[in-house]
């Protein structure tokens, strides 16, 4: 059997102001994510619903889309916002290889 090779590009940005908006939207990811490990028992409560956190603020509906009109109408300068689904049923998650 015969596995298709594709080719893998890398490119390094050295533009030095498009390099200081990555590392300015990570450092904000990074407040919300650390706002997420403080407040993780708020978050997980909303069991079945769309969350996103920005300006470390929790926002929650029932679709993506929903979570990220309020999260941008209220913080619209926060570009790393933490998304995600929290499950309806609560299960253990195995990693193995």
């Not at 069991?47 to 619209?76: M, N, T, W």
Request: net charge negative.
């Amino acid at each position: 059997m015969v596995v298709p090779v594709h080719p893998i590009t890398m490119e390094f940005e050295t533009d030095p102001v498009e390099n200081e908006r990555a590392r300015q939207q990570h450092e904000r990811f990074r407040r919300n994510l650390d706002w997420v490990d403080a407040h993780g028992s708020e978050v997980f409560a909303h069991r079945g619903k769309y969350v996103c956190i920005a300006g470390q603020e929790i926002f929650v509906g029932d679709s993506v889309e929903e979570v990220l009109d309020k999260a941008k109408a209220a913080h619209p300068e926060d570009n790393g916002f933490y998304l995600r689904y929290i499950q309806k049923e609560k299960a253990e998650w195995v990693y193995a290889f």
